[in-house]
């Protein structure tokens, strides 16, 4: 027997010490000594994000997601959601699912700094389906919950200046966008833009196929949705190990290490593990699973990019029913650089499609700085391309360096992994499924075992509700939504 003992909810620092115990903190190391004495010890810890005084249900099934970025968020909100809809209990409904992340708080990666283009083009024939469901998704969410006011949800045209007569290879490609780019003029592009004669412009993604949102702002909305769905979260946290379970092709519990606001272990019962870690995964995978059979490969030599948002002092604030404008420029810049600028509904403009100096991938997404003299190679490669006298000064904020997580073959892997993969005891020599019956007359509703919801490059915040979406549903036990054979980790 497992009794889950649940802490007032704090705010993640460490609280002063109390002189005297009231009758709550009395009741509660009551209940304490009674887990400890029924469980040998066993206790799970209340996270910093959770209001809840009860004890968890002793049936409940826990699902751990590895990673806080918009596919760990999106993968958390849409399960919770399923087994609140479909649960005939209050409580068991909440509190089932436990987001891991190492760094202080949700996307300090690729997800917090993303450039915020949505669409439903520009997959491969193996991504298509899953890229037309997110981008569904992504419009019933902002049709649902407000998007235009609470994360900037707004229509979006993206455009391409090429020289005239350029006979070079297009960036984007023609093949990119959802239909032949269309030709059309300069006065075409936004005001913000120096353009010259010597261009053509194209427009390659129109209303409806593009839109625009906040990334953070995005992120931000998914982690309320969690949390009101009771979803647990673990900040400056890492699973060192994961525990099988007896019999079963599935997990009995990891083990959790955290250093807020001290140094703590923590045991979880865990059936089901989802790594979402972005360009961490490949890590996160070896480290946890060293005897597994197959890799999980992901690119982060030249995956990484700057980035930097500005403010054009000409630039009023656009109204609020503006739409939001991508221009690429990589056809005109000189020698090999890449550059794409896109206005936020604030009125600042995100300059990235930049690259980065290789380095190799920190420990930790927090650790991730921007590269200064790229930095200052971007806004002066910028400041060509605006509508800027020679004496006007561009305000740089929101500086940075995103790892886009690159799987080898460049596409997503939304998979569950065949247990003889990981390394233990192989199909024939188990007697139990991974959707047997672990404790008497109880079914989990979570089928249990390892899942992988990674290597969606740069296209995570398009992806990231339908790869959220679909990965609920393969821990479900249910038919996804759409196929997703070709996102496996063997493919």
């Not at 609280?15 to 029924?38: E, G, H, N, Q, V």
């Not at 393969?474 to 980790?489: E, F, K, N, Q």
Request: with cysteine.
């Amino acid at each position: 027997m497992i009794l889950l003992l649940l802490s007032p909810l704090h705010s993640g620092s460490s609280s002063p010490p109390r002189k005297s115990m009231d009758f709550s903190s009395i009741l509660r190391f009551l209940l304490s000594t009674l887990a400890k004495s029924l469980t040998g010890g066993f206790l799970l810890q209340q996270p910093v994000d959770v209001a809840y005084d009860a004890p968890l249900p002793i049936e409940q099934d826990i699902t751990v997601i590895l990673g806080a970025g918009v596919i760990g968020l999106s993968t958390a909100y849409y399960l919770a959601l399923s087994l609140k809809e479909n649960s005939t209990s209050s409580l068991s409904s909440r509190r089932n699912v436990v987001v891991v992340e190492p760094s202080h708080d949700i996307c300090p990666g690729a997800s917090g700094g993303a450039t915020g283009g949505l669409g439903d083009f520009g997959f491969s024939d193996a991504v298509s389906p899953l890229g037309e469901l997110s981008y569904g998704l992504h419009k019933e969410l902002a049709s649902t919950y407000q998007g235009r006011k609470n994360w900037g949800f707004r229509d979006q045209n993206v455009f391409r200046v090429t020289p005239k007569n350029f006979t070079g290879d297009l960036l984007p490609p023609d093949s990119w966008a959802p239909a032949p780019p269309v030709e059309t003029d300069l006065s075409s592009l936004p005001d913000w833009i120096k353009s010259s004669d010597h261009w053509s412009v194209q427009l390659l993604a129109p209303v409806p196929h593009s839109s625009h949102i906040d990334p953070a702002r995005f992120c931000q909305f998914l982690y309320k949705q969690c949390k009101d769905l009771g979803v647990q979260f673990r900040f400056n946290s890492t699973v060192t190990s994961v525990q099988q379970a007896d019999n079963t092709e599935s997990f009995r519990s990891v083990t959790i290490e955290s250093s807020t606001p001290t140094q703590t272990t923590e045991i979880i019962p865990c059936n089901a593990l989802v790594i979402a870690g972005g360009p961490w995964s490949s890590n996160i995978f070896s480290t946890l699973f060293p005897e597994a059979t197959v890799q999980l490969r992901v690119n982060t030599t030249w995956s990484a990019g700057n980035h930097v948002r500005v403010r054009n002092p000409r630039l009023e604030i656009p109204d609020e029913y503006a739409n939001s404008t991508q221009v690429f420029l990589n056809n005109v810049l000189s020698d090999s650089d890449t550059m794409d600028i896109t206005s936020f509904l604030d009125g600042s403009l995100y300059l990235g499609g930049w690259g980065a100096i290789p380095e190799i991938l920190p420990e930790f997404a927090d650790k991730v700085k921007p590269q200064q003299s790229e930095i200052d190679s971007l806004l002066k490669v910028a400041r060509q391309y605006l509508s800027l006298g020679p004496d006007e000064a561009l305000e740089a904020f929101d500086t940075g360096r995103c790892y886009r997580p690159r799987a080898v073959p460049n596409r997503p892997i939304v998979t569950k992994v065949k247990w003889s993969l990981l390394g233990y005891l192989s199909d024939s020599q188990r007697t139990a499924s991974s959707c047997s019956t672990d404790r008497v007359g109880h079914k989990p509703a979570v089928v249990g075992g390892l899942y992988i919801n990674t290597g969606h490059n740069s296209d995570g915040m398009t992806l990231g509700p339908g790869s959220g979406k679909v990965m609920s549903e393969l821990l479900l036990g249910r038919t996804p939504s759409v196929p997703v054979p070709a996102l496996d980790i063997e493919s």
